[in-house]
């Protein structure tokens, strides 16, 4: 599955850490930053998959889980480290679940907002991938 653990570089002292997200920590270049916070915890997340956006994930606050499927392959991976991001590549299905209380999912994307980008249900995604 064409996804990756990312370190995000931090500084660490008796104040606290600080994480530094500069060009070289995202294999692309950030054409929009958005975040999700106040998920109940029996609410899911994404439901999708992107044509050609690239996606990076990042638990800034709490813990969540992202399922995500290609058609041959599923796989659940547990968010909770601010200093570790989940890259997504394009052509896979994202399903963001299980967030705890207070929790703050940043995602950096390397497209704007584009609809057309989207694929929104989950079998015109595995017919997609037939193509």
């Known amino acids: 599955m064409n996804i990756e653990i990312i370190e995000i570089p931090k500084k660490e002292d008796f104040r606290g850490n600080l994480a530094i997200i500069e060009n070289d920590t995202v294999p692309f270049e950030i054409k929009r930053v958005y975040y999700l916070f106040d998920v109940p915890s029996s609410s899911q997340r994404g439901g999708h ?56 999912c940043l995602v950096l994307a390397s497209e704007v907002f584009s609809e057309e980008d989207y694929i929104r249900n989950y079998d015109e995604f595995l017919e997609y991938n037939k193509k």
């Open 49 to 104: 998959a992107h044509k050609n956006l690239k996606q990076l994930l990042i638990p800034v606050s709490g813990s969540f889980d992202v399922v995500l499927k290609t058609s041959s392959e599923i796989q659940k991976i547990t968010l909770n480290k601010p200093d570790k991001g989940l890259l997504i590549h394009e052509n896979i299905w994202r399903e963001l679940e299980n967030f705890s209380s207070g929790s703050v």
